[in-house]
């Protein structure tokens, strides 16, 4: 599942990437771009099978996989420990991409789904960043990337959890940004709209009552904020994002920036036209 460990405890000289939520979706595709730029990928994720299954297309010598419970902090350290066995200590990005995103009206959401959404969302950010910030602070020109979302512009009915989940991370993201220039490294964070992943296939079967058919993005907005995007551009704002050094918030695709300048009747007119005439 990793290469051997570095025997001199000295850092590769290979760039290297931790990726939480690893196994499929923009995890995935953000390990295979990176990998194919010649970096050294750690993949994780509490979905074990799916993860192996993932990991098969990349280079072992270049490459690891470990399953991660994100909110265990215990085995994210044992995790983090591996990779830093296996970088000799390099990390140039950390990537808190783990999330989920149940959708229901806020009073009827039992409050156990309530808790594991903020326990995954902002509490396994809180506990990767934290565990990862001794090898960024190792690392020069590092950044501690997390994944927020288009939610955090304005909240989204029936995800108001998830949007007050991400939220919190668009907040650490900008208070770390100016915490951690002390150690000269940086924070960012990607704020996707409507991305074509697992997750996203996975919601509007749930909302039609019905296996997942292509037929269902015939619906979705053919431009601007809420358009369908490919993995491949949270792929990319993540590896922008390593090599800008002064943008904060990564938004996929860019008129989502637009919701965050809107004034607020704007804002709220946009998405309630988005949630509810489709």
């Not at 990998?35 to 799916?50: K, P, R, S, Y």
């Not at 300048?261 to 988005?274: E, N, P, S």
Request: contains cysteine; negative net charge; glycine residues 8%.
């Amino acid at each position: 599942m990793a290469p051997a460990q570095n025997e001199q405890n000295e850092q590769i000289e290979q760039k290297a990437i931790f990726i939480t939520g690893g196994a499929g979706g923009m995890g995935l595709a953000t390990g295979q771009l990176f990998a194919e730029h010649g970096w050294f990928v750690g993949l994780f994720d509490i979905d074990e099978a799916t993860l192996a299954q993932s990991a098969v297309a990349f280079d072992p010598d270049n490459s690891m996989y470990r399953r991660l419970d994100v909110t265990d902090e215990s085995d994210f350290t044992g995790a983090m420990d591996a990779f830093a066995a296996a970088t000799g200590g390099r990390l140039d990005v950390m990537f808190n991409n783990a999330g989920i995103a149940p959708g229901a009206w806020f009073d009827e959401m039992p409050m156990t789904t309530i808790r594991q959404i903020i326990d995954i969302n902002v509490f396994g950010v809180i506990i990767g960043t934290r565990l990862a910030l001794p090898l960024l602070r190792s690392t020069a020109g590092s950044i501690n990337v997390s994944t927020s979302s288009s939610v955090a512009t304005y909240g989204h009915a029936l995800r108001a959890v998830y949007a007050a989940s991400k939220y919190a991370v668009k907040g650490l993201t900008e208070a770390l940004s100016l915490e951690f220039e002390r150690f000269g490294v940086r924070a960012a964070d990607v704020l996707p709209g409507c991305i074509d992943t697992p997750m996203l296939r996975n919601a509007l079967a749930a909302g039609a009552g019905r296996p997942f058919e292509e037929s269902m993005f015939d619906g979705m907005q053919q431009e601007g904020a809420y358009r369908l995007m490919p993995v491949s551009a949270i792929a990319d704002a993540v590896w922008n994002a390593y090599h800008d050094q002064h943008t904060i918030h990564w938004y996929v695709p860019e008129e989502v920036g637009e919701i965050d300048r809107m004034d607020i009747d704007a804002a709220r007119a946009l998405t309630k036209d988005f949630l509810f005439n489709r």
